[in-house]
């Protein structure tokens, strides 16, 4: 078994369901999903995971592996994943043969993360008993990941078979993509994970249960590891939490007004994931929230804190993921990841550290500098004067060799202006009508 700590260099992206309130046009929704991930990547966010849901009306992406196609097409380094793909739902070779060419379609961008299902309605439609649904996880993602390896794969379950199965198609990443396993609060998620060696996906590392279990959960990984002689990598761990931030916090306050209040009534009414208390009132329910930890609507230092105190709890992972949500309107949603790209994100990547020590540095010893500066302008000058003084000087010469002294004052005498006299310059003559004043043009 092999555990690889984190380096401390932080990534940074979104974990995108999403979460759009009913009663909206459904194709303009996915359309800002589309621009926000176009705005991550110009922001120079690091991935974007993608949900797969199939009812309650929030949640609308059906197909992650669609959606990604779309959005690397408007793209140029963003990493895309898949957050998550439900196991269960689907047949585990046309999954893995799907999750094959959309890694060719992005260059080598996509990310494979897999679940066992998180809406209970989703498999009720499907006649999936939930009970059977990590098992049946499990035993996709053996196949699958055979598959990717490039084995020829013949296995029977009460649900899929695979006749002699191999994939045409070779990944485009060597040996192929990243593969994610999603965790909440039980440990079957860092239980496969470390089994398989794949990386973990913390989707509640905010919400009480599950920050309570971040650092049990990497225990978990590692002795899982250690009993299949796998690798896991603190790296490739990513942990998922909501948050909006903006100058202040009163305007971060103000800015959650327009969204925050569906956002909770959903997971308390629908979801069946209470988060936050039964309350009418709105400052009472941020409160809450921020107090609680599972969320922050504030200002830049309190995003600063909130990963800080992850970073704590579990140990260290890799990338930080924001939970994606229409809290505010397009305009504050869009700022607030500025203000995570621009202050937030250099704390945990010292992308400014050095920056700052250059201007200190810089600073502390400007009299010595501006000293030395000063003392080669006046150096230049004095240069100056004394090839001036020389030239004039050659340009003199003695009198005799080769023109009378009488001639010589009278050729110091001509400047770029013409003939000079005791007065001063000559005055030209009136042009005549017609004619061009001295050197006009």
């Known amino acids: 078994m092999t555990t690889i700590d984190a380096d401390g260099h932080l990534e940074f992206g979104i974990f995108l369901a999403p979460f759009h309130p009913v009663g909206q046009n459904p194709t303009l929704a996915l359309e800002r999903d589309l621009q926000l991930i176009e705005h991550l990547d110009a922001l120079g966010f690091d991935e974007a995971w993608i949900g797969e849901h199939h009812s309650a009306g929030f949640e609308i992406i059906a197909s992650p592996e669609v959606f990604i196609a779309a959005a690397a097409q408007r793209t ?24 094959v060419l959309l890694d060719h379609l992005t260059r080598g961008r996509v990310m494979f993360g897999v679940g066992p299902g998180a809406l209970p309605s989703d498999a009720f439609m499907m006649g ?14 053996e196949a699958i990941l055979a598959l990717l390896r490039g084995e020829i794969v013949s296995r029977e379950t009460d649900w899929f078979r695979l006749v002699q199965a191999r994939l045409q198609l070779r990944p485009y990443q060597r040996p192929f993509p990243e593969v994610a396993v999603a965790a909440q609060v039980s440990p079957s998620g860092p239980r496969l994970a470390g089994k398989l060696g794949c990386s973990l996906l913390s989707l509640g590392a905010t919400t009480e249960g599950g920050f309570d279990v971040l650092g049990a959960h990497w225990q978990v990984m ?4 250690e009993a299949f002689s796998t690798t896991v990598d603190r790296n490739k761990w990513r942990l998922v939490g909501p948050m909006h931030i903006a100058d202040t916090k009163e305007q971060a306050i103000a ?3 327009f969204g925050l209040a569906d956002w909770v009534d959903y997971f308390q009414r629908v979801a069946a994931l209470p988060i936050a208390p039964i309350t009418d009132n709105f ?28 970073q704590a709890q579990s140990g260290g992972f890799g990338t930080y993921l924001c939970m994606g949500h229409e809290w505010a309107d397009t305009d504050a949603t869009r700022h607030s990841y500025e203000l995570i790209a621009r202050y937030v994100a250099p704390r945990f990547q010292a992308s400014a550290e050095s920056l700052t020590a250059s201007r200190d540095w810089a600073a502390e010893n400007r009299a010595e500098f501006i000293g030395a500066a000063g003392a080669a302008v006046m150096s230049a000058i004095q240069r ?20 009378s002294g009488e001639q010589v004052e009278q050729v110091e005498q001509v ?15 009136p042009a005549q009508p017609g004619e061009k004043a001295a050197g006009g043009v």
């Open 76 to 99: 140029r380094r963003i990493r895309l994943g898949t957050g998550v793909s439900s196991l269960p739902y689907h047949h585990p070779f046309v999954l893995a043969d799907r999750i």
């Open 128 to 141: 999936i008993d939930p009970a059977t649904q990590r098992d049946r996880m499990e035993e996709s993602l």
């Open 222 to 225: 590692e002795e899982r590891a």
């Open 255 to 257: 800015d959650v007004a």
């Open 283 to 310: 400052e009472s329910l941020v409160d809450a929230l921020n107090a609680s930890g599972i969320a922050v609507i504030g200002t830049v230092e309190d995003a600063i804190a909130q990963i800080e105190r992850l």
């Open 384 to 403: 100056h004067q004394e090839e001036r003084a020389q030239r004039g000087t050659a340009a003199a010469g003695p009198k005799g060799a080769g023109q």
């Open 415 to 429: 400047g770029p202006q013409g003939p000079t006299g005791p007065e001063g310059p000559a005055e030209a003559a």
